[in-house]
């Protein structure tokens, strides 16, 4: 959705893909690995799910294949599970794009009739490499993750 966000940086030129191939942390006893998601972009939401599924059980156990965590052109690291609200994630080279998601939890909010209701808020931080992403494609960039993740729908590809 955002092109201009897919990119990174080198020496020699700023590189542009035409795939989205996204990369998920995943905490292993052997440390951090980043098992990529192909193609995110041309999948359905519940195929991501399935897939991420797979690549981390693999990643655990220690049987992924190098294609397999070796490149991406963005990152997302998710500490919701450990209660972390927010955090910063760093970039990791050459990608230029990485999404901290931060716990969800429940707030008081207002429906379309002006009530209070409970609802569930979560934070997403955006690092971004501003040599290849400044802060308007930054920008653009976190309002199509969040759109995403507000209407999951538009996902079902």
């Known amino acids: 959705k955002v092109p201009a966000a897919n990119a990174s940086w080198?020496?020699?030129?700023t590189l542009f893909y035409e795939r989205a191939d996204v990369?998920?942390?995943v905490a292993t006893d052997g440390g951090l690995i980043t098992p990529i998601i192909k193609n995110a972009d041309q999948k359905a939401l519940s195929a991501i799910s399935n897939e991420m599924k797979d690549l981390a059980l693999r990643a655990r156990d220690g049987k992924l294949k190098p294609e397999e965590y070796q490149g991406g052109t963005?990152?997302?690291?998710?500490?919701?599970?450990?209660?972390?609200k927010q955090f910063s994630a760093i970039i990791n080279p050459p990608?230029?794009?990485i999404v901290a998601v931060g716990a969800g939890e429940t707030r008081p909010a207002f429906d379309k009739d002006g009530n209070v209701v409970p609802a569930t808020f979560m934070t997403a931080t955006g690092s971004f490499d501003h040599r290849t992403i400044d802060g308007a494609v930054g920008?653009?960039?976190l309002k199509a993750f969040k759109d995403y993740l507000e209407n999951p729908f538009t996902m079902l590809v």
């Open 10 to 13: 080198t020496e020699d030129a």
């Open 23 to 25: 990369s998920v942390a």
């Open 74 to 84: 963005c990152s997302v690291s998710n500490l919701g599970m450990f209660g972390i």
């Open 95 to 97: 990608q230029s794009a």
């Open 139 to 141: 920008a653009e960039f």
